[in-house]
Protein backbone atom coordinates (compact mmCIF):
# COMPACT_ATOMS: atom_id res chain seq x y z
CA UNK A 1 0.00 0.00 0.00
CA UNK A 2 1.54 3.68 -0.17
CA UNK A 3 0.40 7.19 0.35
CA UNK A 4 -2.86 8.57 -0.59
CA UNK A 5 -3.42 12.35 -0.42
CA UNK A 6 -4.72 15.49 -2.14
CA UNK A 7 -4.11 18.94 -1.20
CA UNK A 8 -4.67 22.30 -2.24
CA UNK A 9 -2.50 25.65 -1.92
CA UNK A 10 -4.29 28.41 -1.53
CA UNK A 11 -1.85 31.67 -2.49
CA UNK A 12 -2.29 34.76 -0.98
CA UNK A 13 -5.27 33.70 1.43
CA UNK A 14 -5.37 33.75 5.06
CA UNK A 15 -7.01 30.35 7.01
CA UNK A 16 -10.02 32.42 7.39
CA UNK A 17 -10.68 32.81 4.12
CA UNK A 18 -9.42 29.29 2.89
CA UNK A 19 -12.46 27.75 5.18
CA UNK A 20 -14.18 30.36 4.53
CA UNK A 21 -14.22 29.31 0.31
CA UNK A 22 -13.85 25.78 1.59
CA UNK A 23 -16.86 25.48 3.67
CA UNK A 24 -15.04 24.18 6.87
CA UNK A 25 -14.65 25.63 9.94
CA UNK A 26 -11.09 25.50 12.26
CA UNK A 27 -11.46 22.93 15.18
CA UNK A 28 -8.45 25.09 17.28
CA UNK A 29 -6.81 21.44 17.23
CA UNK A 30 -3.43 21.05 16.09
CA UNK A 31 -1.48 17.87 14.50
CA UNK A 32 1.93 16.82 13.43
CA UNK A 33 0.41 15.45 10.37
CA UNK A 34 -2.81 15.75 8.77
CA UNK A 35 -5.60 13.67 9.64
CA UNK A 36 -9.11 13.41 8.01
CA UNK A 37 -11.09 15.01 6.89
CA UNK A 38 -9.00 18.02 6.47
CA UNK A 39 -6.27 19.43 7.87
CA UNK A 40 -4.93 22.68 7.14
CA UNK A 41 -1.70 24.84 7.85
CA UNK A 42 -0.38 28.68 6.82
CA UNK A 43 2.86 28.45 5.17
CA UNK A 44 5.55 31.39 5.16
CA UNK A 45 5.07 32.51 1.58
CA UNK A 46 1.31 34.08 2.75
CA UNK A 47 -0.31 31.04 1.78
CA UNK A 48 -2.77 28.30 3.11
CA UNK A 49 -2.31 24.89 2.83
CA UNK A 50 -5.47 22.27 2.77
CA UNK A 51 -4.09 18.53 2.86
CA UNK A 52 -6.90 16.19 2.65
CA UNK A 53 -5.42 12.82 3.98
CA UNK A 54 -6.96 10.46 1.29
CA UNK A 55 -7.67 10.98 -2.54
CA UNK A 56 -10.19 8.92 -4.34
CA UNK A 57 -11.00 10.79 -7.93
CA UNK A 58 -9.15 13.51 -10.10
CA UNK A 59 -9.12 16.69 -7.95
CA UNK A 60 -11.79 18.29 -10.42
CA UNK A 61 -14.20 15.72 -9.06
CA UNK A 62 -13.34 16.17 -5.60
CA UNK A 63 -13.28 20.08 -5.68
CA UNK A 64 -14.36 22.52 -7.56
CA UNK A 65 -11.74 24.59 -8.39
CA UNK A 66 -13.45 26.93 -10.72
CA UNK A 67 -14.82 28.48 -7.58
CA UNK A 68 -12.16 28.14 -5.06
CA UNK A 69 -9.65 30.15 -7.71
CA UNK A 70 -11.54 33.28 -7.57
CA UNK A 71 -10.21 35.78 -7.28
CA UNK A 72 -6.81 33.76 -6.59
CA UNK A 73 -4.30 31.04 -7.87
CA UNK A 74 -4.33 27.39 -6.28
CA UNK A 75 -2.01 24.70 -6.72
CA UNK A 76 -4.03 21.45 -6.87
CA UNK A 77 -2.26 18.00 -5.87
CA UNK A 78 -2.93 14.25 -5.62
CA UNK A 79 -1.22 11.24 -5.00
CA UNK A 80 -2.25 7.80 -4.95
CA UNK A 81 1.42 5.87 -4.07
CA UNK A 82 0.12 2.67 -4.97
CA UNK A 83 -1.80 3.02 -8.20
CA UNK A 84 1.18 5.33 -8.83
CA UNK A 85 -1.01 8.06 -9.94
CA UNK A 86 0.02 11.56 -9.71
CA UNK A 87 -1.52 14.85 -10.38
CA UNK A 88 -0.94 18.88 -10.33
CA UNK A 89 -2.98 21.71 -11.64
CA UNK A 90 -2.73 25.42 -11.51
CA UNK A 91 -5.86 27.30 -11.04
CA UNK A 92 -6.33 31.25 -11.68
CA UNK A 93 -9.65 33.44 -11.17
CA UNK A 94 -11.74 30.49 -11.94
CA UNK A 95 -9.82 28.75 -14.67
CA UNK A 96 -7.27 25.59 -15.36
CA UNK A 97 -3.77 26.92 -16.63
CA UNK A 98 -2.39 23.88 -16.63
CA UNK A 99 -2.88 20.59 -15.33
CA UNK A 100 -1.10 17.38 -15.89
CA UNK A 101 -2.11 13.53 -14.88
CA UNK A 102 -0.21 10.48 -14.62
CA UNK A 103 -1.45 8.30 -17.65
CA UNK A 104 -4.17 5.78 -16.64
CA UNK A 105 -3.89 3.24 -19.61
CA UNK A 106 -1.69 5.16 -22.42
CA UNK A 107 2.09 6.19 -23.00
CA UNK A 108 1.62 9.86 -22.37
CA UNK A 109 0.48 11.73 -19.42
CA UNK A 110 -2.61 13.93 -19.69
CA UNK A 111 -2.16 17.55 -19.82
CA UNK A 112 -4.72 20.15 -19.61
CA UNK A 113 -5.58 23.84 -19.70
CA UNK A 114 -5.61 26.75 -21.67
CA UNK A 115 -2.08 27.37 -21.48
CA UNK A 116 -0.05 24.67 -21.39
CA UNK A 117 3.51 26.58 -22.19
CA UNK A 118 4.27 26.64 -18.44
CA UNK A 119 3.62 23.21 -17.30
CA UNK A 120 6.01 22.11 -20.67
CA UNK A 121 8.81 24.35 -19.83
CA UNK A 122 8.88 23.57 -15.58
CA UNK A 123 9.06 19.54 -15.92
CA UNK A 124 11.47 20.16 -18.81
CA UNK A 125 8.48 17.57 -20.53
CA UNK A 126 10.03 17.48 -24.18
CA UNK A 127 13.39 16.98 -22.78
CA UNK A 128 12.08 14.15 -20.77
CA UNK A 129 9.71 12.57 -24.14
CA UNK A 130 13.42 12.78 -25.84
CA UNK A 131 14.70 10.54 -23.14
CA UNK A 132 11.77 8.37 -23.41
CA UNK A 133 11.64 7.87 -26.62
CA UNK A 134 15.41 7.54 -26.85
CA UNK A 135 14.77 4.06 -25.49
CA UNK A 136 12.88 2.85 -28.11
CA UNK A 137 9.41 3.56 -26.43
CA UNK A 138 6.27 5.20 -28.44
CA UNK A 139 3.17 5.32 -28.52
CA UNK A 140 2.58 3.74 -31.33
CA UNK A 141 4.94 0.63 -29.86
CA UNK A 142 3.85 -2.15 -27.78
CA UNK A 143 7.73 -1.85 -26.50
CA UNK A 144 6.94 0.48 -23.63
CA UNK A 145 3.94 -1.59 -22.01
CA UNK A 146 7.12 -4.11 -20.76
CA UNK A 147 9.00 -1.21 -19.07
CA UNK A 148 5.92 0.72 -17.78
CA UNK A 149 7.82 1.29 -14.28
CA UNK A 150 10.88 2.76 -16.39
CA UNK A 151 8.10 5.21 -18.29
CA UNK A 152 8.20 7.47 -14.81
CA UNK A 153 5.75 9.98 -15.23
CA UNK A 154 4.58 9.46 -11.55
CA UNK A 155 7.69 11.21 -9.89
CA UNK A 156 8.74 14.22 -12.52
CA UNK A 157 4.49 14.95 -11.33
CA UNK A 158 4.68 14.52 -8.00
CA UNK A 159 8.42 16.40 -7.57
CA UNK A 160 6.41 19.45 -9.68
CA UNK A 161 3.79 19.61 -7.13
CA UNK A 162 6.68 19.59 -4.50
CA UNK A 163 8.23 22.54 -5.88
CA UNK A 164 4.90 24.32 -6.35
CA UNK A 165 3.33 23.78 -2.67
CA UNK A 166 6.11 22.69 -0.70
CA UNK A 167 4.63 19.68 0.50
CA UNK A 168 5.17 16.08 -0.07
CA UNK A 169 2.38 13.66 1.30
CA UNK A 170 3.78 11.60 4.22
CA UNK A 171 6.70 13.84 5.00
CA UNK A 172 7.22 16.10 7.45
CA UNK A 173 6.59 19.95 6.81
CA UNK A 174 7.91 20.81 10.31
CA UNK A 175 10.09 20.25 12.58
CA UNK A 176 9.94 17.07 15.36
CA UNK A 177 7.47 17.63 18.06
CA UNK A 178 5.94 20.52 16.13
CA UNK A 179 2.23 20.09 15.30
CA UNK A 180 1.69 22.89 12.19
CA UNK A 181 -1.57 21.10 10.73
CA UNK A 182 -4.69 22.01 12.13
CA UNK A 183 -8.21 20.03 11.80
CA UNK A 184 -10.65 21.70 9.88
CA UNK A 185 -14.33 20.74 10.08
CA UNK A 186 -17.40 21.02 8.26
CA UNK A 187 -19.89 22.99 10.49
CA UNK A 188 -22.99 20.96 11.43
CA UNK A 189 -26.35 21.56 11.32
CA UNK A 190 -26.39 22.61 15.37
CA UNK A 191 -23.56 25.45 14.30
CA UNK A 192 -26.31 26.96 11.66
CA UNK A 193 -28.68 27.55 13.93
Same mark, same amino acid.
Given at each position: MGFSSSWLLLRNTVAEEACAALGVRRSGVYTAWPRQPLSGTARPDD? @? =??????? $??? $? &? *? #??DLG $? $??LGREIVAAAEIDGAGYGEVSVWRDGRKVWGIASPNSSFMPRISGYDTTEIRARM???? @? =?? @?? &????? #? &? *?SDDWEDDFD?? *??????LRLASDLTGYICGTPIAAPGKEPFEILVRPSSQDAG
Open positions: S @Y =LVVEDRS $LEM $L &E *D #TW $L $LSAFDE @Y =LE @YV &ESKGW #T &E *DEV *DWFNPI
